[in-house]
């Protein structure tokens, strides 16, 4: 299976279809809207990378290269295309940064919740173990109790910087 990567713009070809599986995949309140989402593109740490088998549009991945790790803010692979290890060769293409590695998974609340889960333990990711709220993403929305995961990082670690970090490369880019 040949699968490729190609960083998207504002301005790609794949936009459009890459916003529509962003919209289909995660709730309101887990997203931006398109005008911050245009906001990001501004941001020299910003990356969002749609992945093709053939000419075919399979998924996408959207993370911040920070300091000294990455933060994977969004990742979906089209319904018709999971459970083909499309996902792990994502996961695996931002591994060979190697740098430590973060993001943001539900709490495990039911089967999909904990496959998810499943999914990036596979993967070498630890839950960090602290209570942690996603920012909201804007007015109207809550912030949102979600585990925070994280791969080539001792877990047991402070992660008060990482998460400041984040939250003011990341999140601020709402305002």
């Known amino acids: ?4 990567s190609v960083p998207i713009s504002r301005e790609s070809t794949f936009f459009l279809q ?11 309140e887990e997203r ?5 989402l245009e906001k990001c593109f501004k941001s020299p740490h910003y990356r969002l990378e749609a992945y093709f088998l053939s000419d075919i549009f399979v998924a996408f991945v959207e993370y911040w290269i920070l300091d000294t790790f990455v933060y994977i803010e969004h990742l979906s692979v089209c319904p ?11 996961m695996k ?5 190697n740098v430590p590695i973060f993001l943001e998974i539900e709490l495990l609340t039911d089967e999909v919740t904990k496959q998810r889960y499943h999914f990036y333990k596979n993967l070498n990711f630890e839950i960090v173990n602290i209570q942690y709220f996603q920012p909201s993403y804007g007015e109207g929305k809550s912030s949102i109790e979600l585990l925070l995961l994280a791969s080539n ?3 047991k670690n402070d992660v008060s910087e990482v998460i ?4 003011s490369n990341v999140y601020h880019k709402l305002k």
């Open 164 to 167: 400041e970090i984040i939250f």
């Open 32 to 36: 931006r809207t398109l005008d911050q």
């Open 18 to 28: 890459v916003y529509s599986l962003y919209e289909a995949s995660f709730p309101e």
């Open 1 to 4: 299976m040949n699968i490729i």
């Open 93 to 97: 293409d931002i591994a060979l940064l």
């Open 153 to 155: 990082y001792d877990v």
């Open 80 to 90: 018709e295309f999971r459970g083909k290890s499309i996902g792990k060769k994502i």
